[in-house]
């Protein structure tokens, strides 16, 4: 069982960070692999549907960040119960803050991540019987005020000046 393990582990540690760049090798799975996903509440049994379950968790994240990568941040087995289990991470820039913020250059405090938790329970022939996904708490970066974007969009208009006029000296 060791050796599945290794096995395994090498090509999840391959095919993981390609999971939402490239199509993904279902021959990794059983027939009858049982997928959990406490994400979006999805319980499904056998390949086909475990298939498009993925497919359409890979369609939501395509259709909710603009860019988008998979960060493999911690891949272990556990030979006691003949797991592999994966931290990651999504990294991408949301479609709807591209769109209200195009006007920035630097982007890099626009970008989300989530952060989720896959386990891999392998049978004995070695391939995947069920995956169970959990969610960890996502990492929000600090919001940006919305007073500097109302002044900023009041200056560009020319409906406020850029800083107050105190009229502190008067006019003889």
């Not at 960070?17 to 056998?46: A, C, M, W």
């Not at 988008?68 to 592999?84: D, G, I, K, M, S």
């Not at 960890?136 to 208009?157: C, I, N, Q």
Request: net charge positive; hydrophobic share 40%.
């Amino acid at each position: 069982m060791e050796e599945h393990l290794s096995v395994m582990y090498e090509r999840l540690r391959q095919e993981l960070p390609k999971l939402f760049l490239q199509s993904h090798d279902y021959s990794l799975y059983s027939l009858d692999v049982e997928f959990i996903n406490e994400i979006l509440n999805i319980r499904t049994k056998g390949r086909t549907w475990y298939i498009l379950s993925l497919t359409l968790c890979r369609f939501l994240a395509w259709n909710y960040f603009s860019q988008l990568r998979l960060e493999v941040l911690q891949l272990t087995r556990h030979p006691e119960n003949w797991t592999l289990q994966a931290r990651w991470r999504l990294v991408g820039l949301p479609v709807h803050l591209l769109f209200l913020r195009f006007y920035k250059r630097d982007k890099d405090e626009l970008y989300r991540t989530y952060d989720a938790y896959s386990t891999f329970y392998l049978n004995s022939s070695g391939l995947i019987c069920r995956h169970r996904l959990d969610k960890l708490m996502p990492s929000h970066s600090p919001p940006t005020p919305v007073k500097k974007l109302l002044v900023g969009a009041l200056v560009a208009l020319g409906l406020s000046e850029p800083e107050p006029n105190l009229n502190l000296c008067s006019k003889p």
